[in-house]
């Protein structure tokens, strides 16, 4: 079953674009990975410090294999010095139903 990983965090105000770079980098690192489908890297429109990190995943199985991996620490590193006083939270959802108004 498909899931999304979402990862909120606090980011300050002097490290965003740094942020989101690092954040890309690390994106180009992870594509390929056995299971993994996609990330997005949200921010809030109301309060620009909080991002959300979305990934989606062919399984949990397959995340947590990535994730127990050494190479998640090594590839995740670079965003690592943005956390803001290690304001992260991580969640695992599972997808029950989609609607894609577009076709695809």
């Known amino acids: 079953m498909t899931v999304r990983i979402m990862v909120h ?11 989101e770079e ?10 390929g990975t056995p299971g993994h489908l996609r990330d997005q890297l949200l921010r809030d429109t109301d309060d620009p410090a909080r991002y ?6 062919e399984s949990e ?4 294999r990535w994730e127990d991996d050494p190479m998640h620490r090594r590839m995740a590193e670079p965003m ?5 006083d290690g304001g992260i939270v991580r969640k695992i959802f599972d997808v029950r139903a989609t609607l894609d108004s577009q076709p695809a």
Request: hydrophobic share 45%; charged share 25%.
């Open 9 to 19: 965090a606090t980011i300050r105000e002097e490290h965003r674009q740094a942020f």
């Open 22 to 31: 690092a954040y890309r980098q690390v994106t180009a690192t992870v594509r």
């Open 52 to 57: 959300t990190l979305l990934a989606e995943w």
């Open 61 to 64: 199985e397959a995340f947590r």
């Open 80 to 84: 690592y010095p943005y956390w803001a």
